[in-house]
């Protein structure tokens, strides 16, 4: 998978309480997290009198600068890094969301996507509130504003046992934070200590960053309620089985993360070993899409005992408005990112490795480029399944029709591609590759075993 | 008066409905009310499905360009300019604020301030309402989605039953505009028609740069609603007695409008004669202090029969961002706007004229720049009352404290300055100055007659 | 004269030597003179071993930040502000120019316009030098660079000798600044004192803002050598008749400036005042075009007997790049700059004042925006005569084709612009009202005698 | 070899003549070339009859706009990307230059060092020029524009005999290019051919982006004179031996460009191959460190028969103005970059690659954060020699002091760093990796050995 434009809807969320820097170690552990979220960033600080805050669209070195940070005062921020589709790429969406209401000034980081946020919200305009943002993430702060439990912490236990679906989320008042994972696990979320204070993050390369120390994972349905005297846990929702996003591993994380008890990069490199038992073939080299690829590559590159090699090299400058010229170069979206060493491919009977097919146009070029490079043969391998529904829980996936492997068999695709051969990673040969226990996973996307329904919604009068 | 500076909060507001040029006119109707607030602005428009909205932080000019103007389609559209303290100075302020709700999309673009927005705010938080912005305007946004009336006109009505205090607003829905000026009429908003489309603005000027006539005032407590079919008025408020903001007509309009039935220049230039009666002096020259005090200034002269003489020159280059020496230069901050011309001031008995006093420090500056530059006598003479009480109606003047003539007696302030004398125009000559009938103005400023009590809010659950 | 566009090519300069504050009081002198160039700001300062230096597009206040003044160290410094046509507007020839040469780095604020400076341009091109900008500051450069005398001051002798034209203009060195005025003082440039330290201008206003002591204008043909140790005057070149721009004073200095031995507000009110004597008119009340026509209006007003009064009032927030609507509004342009208040206007028989007229597009829109607001009568007067060639000295007039005056009689122009009548200035009087003695003006653009030949260059050989 | 920050000051060139879209592919070349420098960028085409040129800080991406491109009208342009220690940082010094001189408009794009550039400037600006750019480009274009050579070609010979060292050049006027490699041939420039036209590059990945046709290297010493006609190729300059920089394929150019007739790629994978042979370890994985040393690892993983790991994640993200806590974290430079994956490197005895340590404090930081991520041996491999001398031919080496391989010997490096094990490349591993042939390449920042001596100018006055 190369081109990801309007594929992932995807974001960071970084914490960190009582620590005398607070703001330039939420600059940084967003910054860590940059790789989940390019769209807009944000940081709010609270001194437990006010909240400070700061938010724009654009990277994170590029939002923030030393007086801005030096103006987020207090020892307490949250942070956030977003990536979304155009449709929706406006500053008023940019998160942390900072509103007052009765309860004081109120923050909220989220990841993750919510099922039932457009019932929610119908349900909230029809009783007589205004949106200001296109987010669901404005829902669950409604909901905590509406509850009428005098205690905040139990506020948003009412609020999230209204709403279904993935959230990963930060809470800031001025005088706390409060982390919660919903009750699936869908977003990964980790816990740790700097210096003595909490710190909580997306992944774990946020805390070696900072040097914090990975202390666990927040537990799916866990709520962590953390101030300046101490954290407290609770499980204030049904239990129900995990269901861990496995895309996250095959492409979303960091592979120097560990997430859901393994290593990322582990995983990876089994994915790759799994697909070559199940895909042999007569060949001469194996090369990445890099650089997503790169780890499943080596993987299979052992695995089938044929070289390693970096056969296409990735231009790291590609930003978002590039110019094409009128007279259309072949293939250009590609050509910019990636361009082939025609000396390693030359002749050679080429394996691809890359982690999925999403549509299939991408790949169809990718084969084009390397054929004219002179390749011999081109075998494609997919380190994850065929990939046949949408997901609904924060991956901004197409619709159904747009995904080639829910029209088209493997033969069709090997076709429309224009490969020699292709291979995808079965779906039990992934979830050994995840983890040897097993069913702890979401696999929806391939498998169209969605955990949460997104008709199940609770009326709201239940709670 | 000349360094605003934390003094006014007001704005300038304006519409136009099913006109094929809409954003374009939008934008030159703001422009032309820049003079009423250069901190942000912004222009929603509505193609009759969708809102389009844009709103930056500076001048008219800067925000907008003509690819953003392309961008806000539609034949519909409001906006809005806004001044205030550097307190509040954030984009999310910026109007015209949208929202949506069970209605659909909303935008307000709203002049003068509302004297229970804290008590109606503190009602609806304690509901369950969450707030995103720190305006009054935002309450009545809220108060609009609440309502249970299925009409968006009626809706509208209820909402504002509710609110206390100063508002000309336009309301944008995808398919109308609403305007209404509160029953008191405290700040102004005419009807214009353009190329047979309704125009609604702060003041005439607009109308005059997009080549508009000039139909009427909107009445006080009058309501209009406008859609492509047609308008319709309507008086759904319990009606008062009048209360011009004389303000406007003092120092904040711009002379070339036509303001509360009068020409504000004719205006201005009767308080400049009714000043020079009710303090005569012995001197040689009328210097105005540029620009609000010329044409009272002309009016003074005329009747004191003393030359007119433009003895101080205004820099309109001064932002407000200017860099002072360490080491600081006296009377810095006035000498950046105003240079006194020698020739002109030496040697001779000079009347100054300026539009009003409310601290006291910036006149006492210039009345020590004018006699640097070798002024023999120094008489000021002010073509309004002494301001002894702060604005509750969109005019942010400063508390009662800081407010000069509320703590001292006219040979103080005198004295204060530095001037050899000091005249007011008295209140009864204000009242004759602006309007031959009297009776229809808010001078709560110069008489502590609030027009409406900040106390008096109606119970909510009234309506 | 209302629309500047295209219209001035002028620059102001300002230099300071040995004091604490350099590029602050650089700063400060040049937003004095902001009037005299809009287009690009510039600083370089010397802290007595390298120079440091800023130059940017648009206002000074945009140009320059705290941070960026901090940067400018040492104790003497100079500074430009510069306007000139759209065709030349490129960063590269903004000034202060500085280059390195083998008398180290040198630094040049240049206001005026040389007449041979294409040929002395062609003769270095021949002997190779390389061109950087469009300027013809960069030629004076080039013959200091080129100069055999050891000392720069004779270096800048010989130079200078070379050129011919218009120059009042800033050398700075490591360690002084050299100050010297054209023979003929086509451009002003006065000398002051601030704490101690020689200061140079453009103009006095620039000394008034920050407290410095007018001693004295710098004299044509005047060299003034000033560093730590004090300042020396030397009159290197042939003494001519003087020169003074006559349009200086009739528009393009501030009115509360000095200039010439005179205060520019009283000789613009003496130019009103015999313009209403030489044009005598029935008429009602006297307005100005705001706000360059105003002192001569009050002039005027005061020899005619009839009342001034500000029937156009002026928007100040107009930029450059403003948006027209694509329908377009009549007299857009001027209507964007000026609205005339229909009160006083309506049914009088007015005489406009306006200090000159250049291609007449302007002055005829300007008449029929007054008559629509319903003058009875419009009689145009002109307080300068009429513009019959361009200028080559600095001011930056369009071909002699396109001067309505050069081509048009008195009565085809009044046709033209559509007045009931029309008066100028007649140069016998405007030589009255500039000056007692008489005979040290440059007159050219009414009379076409130019004082300095633009073919009169000395062959470079000869010096 | 990992923070490069005031290492390289390198460029990237990129021309085309006559095409019909020649600015969008002089910005698709120069963006291919960005790893050659990021600091500035530029483009300038001609129309046949007048030069059009931007140029601005930062990422070709930034620079340019469609808008931009546009207006650099003409069918034949040069670019440039540049790269510069802070020192040098600004605006003016940035590429293509642009002048005039009595040949018209020239512009140049210079990839390299000149080593008498000084004494040449000393020179000319002895006889009167000035200077505008700290750059020894501009001493090129001074000497063009002083020779009396009527015609250019001639004048650029008689220029470019004058000046030692490195140059790849691209000469743009009005009506053609002129592309020279110095006689060493020390920088690279390639040819090539789209559709029809010519296309002159730094590196053959810029010929791929845009489907260009590799033709064949410029050879040392030739001058190719291309225009609409045709193109002529002499060799005008002394022959000498040649002096390829091969650290161009160490470290600076993309492993998918060939360049001094082989693949970038196989050279580097070559020297890992080599580097193994000559440093045996006890080991139990190879790692490289990203990106510059991933083709040599593979190859030493490959000869020393090891798996081969990405053990350190980079963050692509990583810009220039980063902000770091007060309280500093350990090796923070290096964290921000490069993150180690603890599962991977845990208990292994872990052999490093990477491509040259030049200072050794970031090796030393690495090595520290391997060990911290619980390696249980790190084993530094070198895929070069020790530097031991600066570069004078273009790549900004520190000072011979800074060198660490220049105070210490290899067991004292070893020391330094905190490695287990530390190996070089011998340079005639190196030079059997880079060329079975040999000898001709320049190696003096290994070997001492500078091909141009920088004291060798030839006197001025020889030509």
Chains 1, 2, 3, 4 share one sequence.
């Not at 090699?309 to 790291?316: A, D, F, K, T």
């Amino acid at each position: 998978m190369l081109i990801h434009q309007g594929f992932h809807e995807e974001c960071g969320v970084f914490g960190i309480v009582q620590h005398t820097e607070a703001s330039n170690l939420v600059y940084l552990g967003i910054h860590a997290l940059q790789h989940r979220g390019q769209e807009s960033a944000g940081i709010v600080t609270s001194d437990g009198e006010e909240l400070y805050s700061h938010r724009g669209m654009g990277l994170v070195a590029d939002v923030f600068s030393q007086d801005i940070l030096s103006g987020l005062k207090g020892t307490t921020g949250i942070g956030h890094v977003r990536y979304s589709t155009a449709g929706s790429s406006h500053l008023k969406n940019a998160q942390p969301v900072v509103v007052s209401c009765w309860r004081g000034q109120l923050a909220l980081s989220h990841n993750g996507n919510l099922v039932n946020a457009h019932n929610l919200r119908d349900e909230l305009e029809l009783k007589g509130s205004i949106f200001q943002t296109t987010t669901d993430s404005e829902v669950i702060l409604h909901l905590i504003a509406k509850s009428r439990e005098h205690d905040l912490d139990q506020a948003v236990i009412q609020a999230l046992k209204k709403v279904e679906g993935a959230y990963a989320l930060l809470l800031l008042s001025k005088d706390k934070v409060i982390a919660v994972r919903d009750p699936n696990g869908f977003r990964p979320m980790v816990l740790g200590v700097k210096d003595g204070s909490v710190v909580m993050a997306s992944e774990t390369n946020a805390l070696d960053l900072i040097n914090a120390e990975f202390i666990r994972e927040i537990d799916p349905g866990e709520m962590l309620i953390v101030n300046g005297s101490g954290m407290e846990s609770i499980f204030p929702f049904t239990e129900r089985r995990p269901s861990f996003c496995v895309f996250e591993q095959i492409y979303f994380a960091r592979p120097d993360s560990m997430m859901f008890g393994k290593s990322v990069y582990e995983v990876r490199r089994n994915m790759g070993r799994q697909l070559a038992r199940e895909n042999p073939v007569d060949a001469d080299i194996v090369i990445p899409v890099p650089d997503s690829g790169i780890v499943a590559a080596l993987g299979a590159s052992d695995e089938y005992g044929l070289p390693f090699e970096m056969g296409l090299i990735r231009n790291h400058y590609v930003g978002r408005t590039f110019i094409e010229p009128r007279q259309s170069i072949r293939d250009f979206g590609v050509k910019l990112k990636l361009n082939p060493v025609r000396p390693i491919i030359e002749g050679r009977r080429v394996v691809v490795v890359d982690d999925s097919i999403v549509r299939g146009t991408t790949s169809r070029k990718l084969v084009r480029l390397i054929r004219d490079a002179g390749a011999a043969e081109v075998h494609f391998r997919i380190s994850s399944p065929p990939i046949i529904g949408p997901c609904r829980y924060g991956i901004d996936t197409p619709t159904r029709e747009e995904l080639i492997a829910s029209t088209k068999n493997l033969e069709e695709i090997r076709e429309y591609i224009g490969a020699n051969s292709l291979g995808y990673l079965s779906i039990e040969g992934m979830m050994e590759a995840v983890c040897a226990s097993g069913g702890h996973h979401c696999m929806a996307c391939f498998n169209l075993d969605y955990p949460v329904n997104i008709f199940s919604d609770q009326p709201l009068s239940h709670n």
